[in-house]
């Protein structure tokens, strides 16, 4: 399998509470994630795309992409935060076209 994936440093500890993002992959043997770090090293998986996402999600058919939007049921604070996917097969796609993150400073 593989891992791609799209990190980002805020300097210091955010509490991300939603996030609306236009991702998109093309993989049906692999999970997609988000995930947060206090030290860029060690990362915990606080939102799970449900399997039914992907490409066709995120695509409205005139090639333009939709955002996904979601709240987080148990949020956390942390430093670092990444999208990451891991795929099961070798050939797959991975397109970040906007993420935002809503939260608060603790």
Known sequence: GSEVWVAY???????VE???CAVAYWQTNGSF?????????????FYTFPNSTG????????????????????PQPFRYYRVHGSVGGSN???ATHSL????VIP
């Open 9 to 15: 440093d805020f300097g210091t500890q955010v509490q």
């Open 18 to 20: 939603s996030f609306q």
């Open 33 to 45: 994630t988000l995930q947060g770090s206090s030290d860029g090293s060690n990362w915990t998986v």
């Open 55 to 74: 490409g066709g999600n995120f695509t409205n058919g005139a090639g333009a992409y939709t955002p996904y939007t979601a709240t987080i049921s148990n």
């Open 92 to 94: 797959f796609e991975f």
């Open 100 to 103: 935002i993150f809503t939260g």
